[in-house]
Nanobody, 124 residues
Framework: QVQLVESGGGLVQAGGSLRLSCGTS????????MGWYRQPPGKQRELVAA???????NYADSVKGRFTISRDNANNTVYLQMNRLKSEDTAVYYC??????????????????WGQGTHVTVSS
């Protein structure tokens, strides 16, 4: 079975940096896109950054120029490098893998997966 495991959240001062990671195990054949969402306290979940199979990226306006999404295809891992953090970046960050094709004997499956969430707190 495929599971996403996140790491890298924590407490950081404004202006600092954090790097989030999200990896998975399992017999994965392909992943259509990977990305990160976040949910600030008392607000709805919002897209932060996305990365497609063809390396197209999409960022929320609020993080452009500060955050960078990247991936390690060999290890099915996506990263979010967050620089110049602001207090408004405080949120629970969730990774997602869209349209994952994987093998679970004797069949192939296609499904979306979410990480468990990691807390990022930026103190001002």
């Amino acid at each position: 079975q495929v599971q996403l495991v996140e790491s890298g959240g924590g407490l950081v001062q404004a202006g600092g940096s954090l790097r989030l990671s999200c990896g998975t195990s399992g017999s994965i054949l392909s992943i259509h896109s990977m990305g990160w969402y976040r949910q600030p306290p008392g607000k709805q979940r919002e897209l932060v950054a996305a990365l497609t199979e063809s390396d197209n990226t999409n960022y929320a306006d609020s993080v452009k120029g500060r955050f960078t999404i990247s991936r390690d295809n060999a290890n099915n891992t996506v990263y979010l490098q967050m620089n110049r953090l602001k207090s408004e970046d405080t949120a629970v960050y969730y990774c997602y893998f869209d349209r994952v094709t994987y093998y679970s004997g004797p069949y192939f499956y296609s499904k979306d997966f979410w990480g468990q969430g990691t807390h990022v707190t930026v103190s001002s």
